[in-house]
């Protein structure tokens, strides 16, 4: 893939899964990061990491939680130059898996603070900037749960149905200023912490859901997520979603087992 002309990459959430492998792709292709997340031990490793690789790049880390919209507004005010060409609002998580009835209270603000409210403040500070130059792109990873609801996922399912539906409503509302609205809507993915992060640490529980089938890695979600990038200004790819070729929906999975696709 012929790589694109040098941007400033914004990502949220990227010390784990989907979005530090995309940092590392990203690098790859030359690109200046800024990368935030929770953990500022994990994102001064994967800096230092890509900077001895790809001595070519700037790597910036900022350590804050998209749920505290203090810490949001300070981090990214330390930004004096306000030029990030693209935001990819990639932090987010699923707590629980009951049924609704049986669900606890504190995973369902998580999962709203993360997934809706965490994306809310970052992208409105961001999308100013953009407005202001007249060119940007935000990429927001969204979930084929927010498009198929299943058993149980209730509130998770509920909070990327809305993250599908601010996608589609901040490109409504940003595209007259030169800015690019899309989402990646991904299934299970492997390599990520998101399993285990549901079921509270059990790892045991969370391998479960990927045995005797290949699920998507986090890699292959990265390089979706570099070639929308990649496209020239007058190409907008507004969604994607992709699948583990196991899998053909939400729900239903062949589990004969993953040795056929082990490439």
């Known amino acids: 893939m012929k790589n694109s002309p040098k941007k400033k990459v914004l990502i949220t959430g990227a010390t784990s899964g989907i979005g530090r492998a995309t940092a590392y792709e990203l690098a790859r292709e030359g690109h200046d990061l800024i990368l935030t997340g ?21 790597v910036r880390t900022m350590a804050f939680d998209v749920r505290n919209q203090a810490q949001v507004e300070e981090a990214l005010a330390s930004l004096k130059d306000q030029d990030v060409d693209v935001l990819l609002n990639n932090a987010g998580l699923a707590k629980g898996f009951s049924e609704i009835h049986e669900g606890d209270l504190e995973d369902w603000e ?16 961001v999308s100013g900037w953009m407005v202001k130059r007249g060119k940007g792109q935000i990429l927001n990873i969204c979930s084929v749960a927010g498009k198929q609801p299943y058993p149980n996922g209730n509130v998770y ?9 601010l996608t589609h409503t901040m490109r409504i509302d940003l595209h007259k200023y030169g800015i690019r609205v899309g989402q990646v809507s991904p299934s299970h993915v492997e390599e990520t912490e998101f399993a285990e992060v549901r079921f509270d ?61 082990n490439d």
């Open 201 to 261: 640490g059990d790892k045991e529980r969370g391998q479960q859901v990927y045995e005797n089938w290949q699920p998507l890695k986090s890699s292959d979600v990265a390089e979706i997520i570099a070639f929308m990038i990649s496209r020239p200004a007058h190409v907008n790819i507004q969604d994607v979603d992709v699948f583990g070729s196991q899998q053909a929906t939400a729900t239903i999975v062949d589990r004969s087992g993953r040795e056929r696709f």
């Open 110 to 125: 998580q999962m709203i603070d993360t997934n809706i409210k965490g994306l809310l403040y970052v992208s409105k500070i």
């Open 157 to 165: 399912c509920a909070t990327k149905h809305a993250v599908d539906a």
């Open 38 to 58: 929770r953990r500022d031990d994990r994102l001064k490793k994967i800096q230092d990491e890509l900077v001895q690789v790809h001595p070519g790049i700037h």
